[in-house]
C-alpha cells in the first residue's frame, strides 16, 4: 500500500513541475541536444512518430550509448523538412512506441 501512495506522490509532483526547455540542432554532423552531441556516425537510424496533435516526434536509434534511443519532440518544426534533411543522412527505420512511452502518452507527459 506505501509503495502505491509513494508512486503517487511522485508522478504528482513530477507532473506539476515546469518542463525543461531543451534545444535540439541538426547540423552537417550530427544532432546537438542542450550539451550533449550524438554524431551522425554513433547514430543507427531514425523514424518519426507523427500523430498530431499529441504526437509529433523524431526519434533515433543510438549506437553506442547506455540509453539506445534519443527522442526530440519535434514541437512547431515541420516533420517533412526534417525528414528531407535526416533521409539522405541516416536510414529510416520504422520503431513502435514502447510500453513506457505509451503510459507517458496516456498521462500526458
Not at 526547455?21 to 531514425?46: L, R
Not at 509529433?56 to 519535434?74: A, D, E, M, R, W
Not at 534533411?85 to 503510459?103: F, G, R, Y
Request: overall charge negative.
Amino acid at each position: 500500500m506505501f509503495v502505491w501512495l509513494l508512486c503517487a506522490v511522485v508522478l504528482t509532483i513530477y507532473g506539476l513541475r515546469e518542463p525543461k526547455i531543451i534545444n535540439f540542432e541538426i547540423t552537417t554532423k550530427g544532432i546537438k541536444a542542450d550539451k550533449h552531441f550524438y554524431s551522425f556516425d554513433d547514430i543507427d537510424s531514425f523514424w518519426i512518430f507523427y500523430d498530431p496533435p499529441e504526437t509529433k516526434n523524431v526519434s533515433f536509434i543510438l549506437k553506442h550509448h547506455l540509453t539506445s534511443h534519443l527522442h526530440i519532440p519535434l514541437g512547431e518544426t515541420n516533420p517533412i523538412k526534417v525528414h528531407e534533411i535526416l533521409i539522405d543522412i541516416l536510414p529510416e527505420v520504422e520503431q513502435k512506441e514502447n510500453l513506457a512511452e505509451a503510459v507517458l502518452k496516456a498521462l500526458r507527459f
